[in-house]
């Protein structure tokens, strides 16, 4: 508030971290301006329907009277109303009535979650022509970055370290500042790998570990496997989430949870699972219902544990009881993952902390462990063809990886065959904290993180953290030993011994992979055909041994 009215800006761009209270700033530097005179009319640009009706109400309690229905067709509005709130897709229909009405008055244009107007070009071009004449323009966000080099309307562009194009914000407000002021929660993501087993659209049946080194492709597959409902992985990790949120509940009694799904029917049968976990029923969220922000404010002011959502959750919506979460969507984008992420860490009292649930697929950690990282919207890099002739090449491959089109069609009639899941690690504060060897779900070592108190602050979350790992460590330590002693060779249950010799094969053929660019599912098929019997997830412990023995003759023969 100081830095803006110390300065007085035509535009000015505020970023924050989600639930470091964004709508507040806003809303009190309107109020100010109207009590100063120096507009008279407001103007809120917003993402969503929903997020209209949250602005509007957030506006009421300020004593800011804003319409939320309002369309550019309608004209006028009510003389109630001192403003209106309208989204970005709204804008881009008619940009020419929102210009009309914004030379009409003096008007403060606040353009919540920005980035958005760089959605698409007609988006980004219907907000420039129709707020080009406000009197005074307040952009915020709490995600500047995009993957596209979409310029953000009214957002100043200044050359980075590199000369490159680099968003510059009035004012920043991150989350580890928010953290260190406890005005967000500390988050703990909780990891879960284990074994997938799927067929392709050419017939091969491919088994792999989910979060091991594998091709952008396999990595798809393998995650699509995991979050496919009819599998083991999905009911598991549903299973933990619930026994966390009972935990939270003990502290926090009216806590919630949110599942964010890829797609509808992923959606609906998600809350089947949870209805027979939890024994309630799940609120589901879809966008294309028109009681969805209904459900969306009975959830945030009941006491129901679980709401399964698709996308109508990801930004800015405000249940401030969300506590634990379950991240069951395909999309793993930075921008998507900081946006869902975002509905967890809201803050109401001091010590309470956010638990997210997420498969352990390699771009989602990198993800969780720089959460505390600020990132500003980069248009290009710039491309030095003296420096490196392949720059542009470079830069139109880096392009093409990042989107997920390029695998679309591989897996258009793949089928997921089999999961399992396993409790992998817990992220916390750039750290990593687990136990060693492959730890069950359901297991003392599970609940050693499961069961960690809702209500701690992150100096005493990461010394608990640190403390269940080195106990637990010292316990397997002191098993072992007795084990060693009592019998070298210590029987192990069948599930275990097929888990480790999977584990060893699936290792040798990634190793394989590393030294001769062999795709791990060819080198399985090839096993297969050599040693005979099913995929990997449902060999025998003697059809797995065998194929272990066979790879390792081929590194021989190699090597010779």
């Given at each position: ?10 535009d ?70 001192v ?24 008007t ?67 989350y ?11 988050v ?33 597959q ?18 933990a ?44 969220v ?71 649930f ?27 063809d ?42 916390f ?51 072992s ?49 050599e ?7 449902v ?13 390792r ?8």
């Amino acid at each position: 508030m100081k830095r803006y009215f110390d300065t007085n800006p035509r535009d000015f761009l505020a970023v924050a971290t989600p639930g470091a209270g964004k709508t507040t700033f806003a809303l009190s530097v309107a109020a100010e301006l109207l009590g100063r005179r120096m507009v008279d009319r407001i103007t809120i640009v917003a993402p969503t329907e929903h997020l209209k009706l949250q602005w509007a109400e957030a506006a009421a309690r300020a004593g800011i009277p804003i319409d939320p229905t309002y369309s550019a067709g309608k004209g006028k509005t009510s003389q109630d109303f001192v403003g209106i709130a309208v989204t970005y897709a709204g804008v881009a229909v008619n940009p020419l009535a929102m210009r009309i009405r914004t030379e009409r008055f003096k008007t403060l244009v606040i353009l919540d979650e920005v980035h958005h107007a760089g959605d698409a070009l007609s988006w980004g071009e219907g907000v420039r022509e129709a707020f080009e004449p406000a009197t005074r323009r307040l952009a915020l966000t709490g995600t500047p970055f995009r993957s596209d080099i979409n310029p953000i309307p009214f957002v100043t562009y200044a050359p980075g370290d590199d000369g490159t194009p680099t968003s510059v914000a009035d004012y920043a407000y991150g989350y580890a500042h928010a953290l260190a002021d406890h005005v967000v929660r500390p988050v703990l993501f909780m990891a879960y790998s284990g074994e997938m087993q799927w067929r392709t659209r050419a017939g091969d049946e491919i088994a792999a570990r989910l979060g091991e080194p594998l091709t952008k492709d396999m990595t798809s597959q393998a995650l699509r496997t995991a979050l496919d409902p009819k599998g083991s992985w999905m009911p598991s990790v549903l299973t933990a989430a619930d026994m966390r949120l009972d935990e939270v509940r003990r502290h926090v009694p009216d806590a919630g949870g949110l599942v964010i799904a890829s797609d509808q029917d992923s959606a609906r049968a998600y809350a089947k699972l949870l209805r027979q976990i939890a024994g309630e029923p799940a609120t589901v969220v879809l966008s294309d219902e028109k009681a969805a922000s209904k459900k969306i404010t009975e959830f945030s002011e009941g006491n129901q544990r679980w709401m399964v959502a698709v996308r109508m959750v990801s930004e800015g919506v405000d249940v401030p009881r969300l506590a634990v979460g379950v991240y069951a969507t395909t999309t793993s984008t930075p921008l998507f993952f900081a946006q869902a992420v975002g509905r967890f860490v809201r803050a109401r009292t001091r010590g309470e902390t956010a638990s997210v649930f997420l498969p352990s697929v390699p771009n989602l950690l990198g993800f969780a462990s720089e959460m505390e990282v600020q990132r500003d919207h980069v248009l290009k890099r710039k491309v030095n063809d003296e420096g490196d002739i392949f720059a542009a090449e470079n830069d139109l491959l880096a392009e093409a990886n990042a989107s997920d089109a390029a695998s679309d069609d591989l897996l258009g009639s793949f089928e997921a065959l089999g999961s399992e899941a396993r409790f992998d690690r817990v992220l916390f504060d750039g750290g990593e904290f687990g136990h060693e060897g492959e730890v069950h779900v359901g297991s003392e070592e599970e609940m050693d993180f499961l069961g960690i108190p809702g209500l701690l602050d992150p100096d005493q979350m990461r010394d608990l953290l640190h403390q269940r790992q080195s106990d637990r460590a010292k316990k397997q330590k002191a098993s072992s030993r007795v084990r060693d002693d009592a019998d070298s060779v210590a029987e192990v249950s069948t599930h275990e011994q097929l888990a480790v010799l999977r584990r060893e094969l699936n290792g040798l053929v990634a190793a394989w992979h590393h030294r001769t660019k062999q795709p791990h599912g060819i080198t399985h098929a090839a096993l297969r055909k050599e040693c005979g019997g099913p995929a990997a997830a449902v060999a025998t412990a003697q059809q797995l041994t065998a194929r272990i023995d066979r790879i390792r003759e081929w590194a021989v023969r190699k090597t010779s």
